[in-house]
């Protein structure tokens, strides 16, 4: 399935009009920093090279690609992310609250004190991030602590 290319002005006008249907779009080149939207649904939307920063969203369906995206100090609150991938992404101080996050995957992204918390039923998947604490793990892995657990032999049930 293709996907709808819209301008920024176009998916706030319709979104001011009550949309909230923008499955599958392509959003590309955009400043959405400090907008607040409620209900949106996104799965299968495309998001590259967006300005996120300061969003507040809640009640989304974010199951959705977000491509050299800041969503530095972004609130996501009660929304699914499940399978969600962000791919070279700052997400440095973002702060999600009640949020499905199974199966979300994070690749090449900056976690710098960000607070990711939610529930899932497989845990997400990293690679090659900054920790919140600043700390690059370089690779694959669902545990960003790991390697502190190996080295202080508490990993037992994990492997």
Same mark, same amino acid.
């Given at each position: 399935?293709?996907?709808?290319?819209?301008?920024?002005?176009?998916?706030?006008? &319709?979104?001011?009009?009550?949309? &909230?249907?923008?499955?599958?779009?392509?959003?590309?080149?955009?400043?959405?920093?400090?907008?607040?939207?409620?209900?949106?649904?996104?799965?299968?939307a495309?998001? !590259?090279?967006v300005?996120?920063?300061?969003?507040?969203?809640?009640?989304?369906?974010?199951?959705?690609?977000?491509?050299?995206?800041?969503?530095?100090?972004?609130?996501?609150?009660?929304?699914?992310?499940?399978?969600t &991938?962000?791919?070279?992404?700052?997400?440095?101080?973002?702060?999600?609250?009640?949020?499905?996050?199974?199966?979300?995957?994070?690749?090449?992204?900056?976690? &710098?004190d960000?607070?990711?918390?939610?529930?899932g039923?497989?845990? !997400?998947?990293?690679?090659?991030?900054?920790?919140?604490?600043?700390?690059?793990?370089?690779?694959?892995?669902?545990?960003?602590?790991?390697?502190?657990?190996?080295?202080?032999?508490?990993?037992?049930?994990?492997?």
């Amino acid at each position: 399935m293709e996907r709808e290319r819209v301008t920024v002005e176009e998916f706030l006008r &319709r979104y001011a009009a009550g949309e &909230r249907d923008f499955q599958q779009i392509l959003l590309e080149y955009a400043d959405l920093s400090g907008v607040e939207l409620q209900g949106i649904n996104l799965h299968g939307a495309q998001f !590259c090279y967006v300005n996120l920063s300061s969003i507040k969203l809640w009640d989304c369906n974010l199951k959705a690609e977000f491509i050299y995206c800041n969503f530095r100090d972004a609130l996501i609150e009660n929304c699914d992310l499940e399978s969600t &991938r962000f791919f070279d992404c700052d997400l440095g101080g973002i702060n999600t609250r009640i949020c499905d996050l199974t199966c979300t995957r994070f690749i090449r992204v900056n976690l &710098r004190d960000a607070k990711l918390s939610g529930s899932g039923e497989d845990p !997400c998947r990293f690679w090659d991030v900054i920790r919140e604490d600043g700390v690059f793990v370089p690779g694959f892995t669902s545990d960003l602590y790991i390697a502190e657990r190996i080295a202080e032999g508490t990993t037992k049930g994990v492997f």
